[in-house]
């Protein structure tokens, strides 16, 4: 049994979103339903990038592990980049897709796997956002090594919210 945690691991990892000024506070936390956006100062003294985006993340119920995490930002050019983080042992050739309805709307090949979970990334097509936006939940996908499939539910209560208010804060 899955229970819902929202963790901020995600947002020093990624690349910086570049910010014209560096007004308003020095972080943003900010919780729609499900989701929650996160803005921080970048890390570099000569730089005021800001780094913002969307997360939600899953923890087993049992000992409180992460299983998945699931975050949107935007690039430099402004288009929304999808990034999950997964649970080792994850088949790396098959990637990891995204599911509604039954149907695949989404496969991402694996980047990488660090010590807290394999990496898959990609940008969102306006029609896979639109989607997401409309929808109650999402399934994502994987193979485990031993051939079994994994399906983790991600709810998309406050999806729509939470990124109108990152293309507020990445404008």
């Not at 943003?28 to 570099?44: L, M, N, R």
């Not at 898959?120 to 306006?126: M, N, P, Y």
């Amino acid at each position: 049994m899955l229970i819902r945690a929202i963790t901020t691991s995600l947002l020093l990892a990624t690349p910086a979103l570049a910010q014209s000024n560096n007004e308003g506070p020095n972080s943003v936390t900010e919780t729609f339903q499900d989701w929650i956006v996160q803005c921080a100062d970048g890390s570099s003294e000569n730089s005021a990038a800001r780094t913002c985006q969307m997360s939600q993340s899953l923890s087993r119920s049992s000992d409180g592990r992460q299983v998945l995490s699931v975050a949107v930002q935007t690039n430099t050019e402004g288009e929304p980049v999808l990034r999950l983080v997964t649970p080792l042992g994850v088949a790396l050739s098959q990637g990891v897709g995204i599911e509604m309805l039954e149907q695949e709307l989404v496969r991402f090949g694996y980047q990488t796997c660090l010590p807290a979970g394999c990496v898959a990334q990609g940008l969102l097509e306006t029609s896979h956002l639109e989607a997401l936006r409309a929808g109650a939940e999402a399934e994502v996908t994987m193979l485990g090594i031993s051939g079994e499939d994994v399906s983790l539910t991600v709810s998309l209560m406050g999806f729509t919210a939470a990124w109108q208010r990152l293309s507020e804060l990445s404008s």
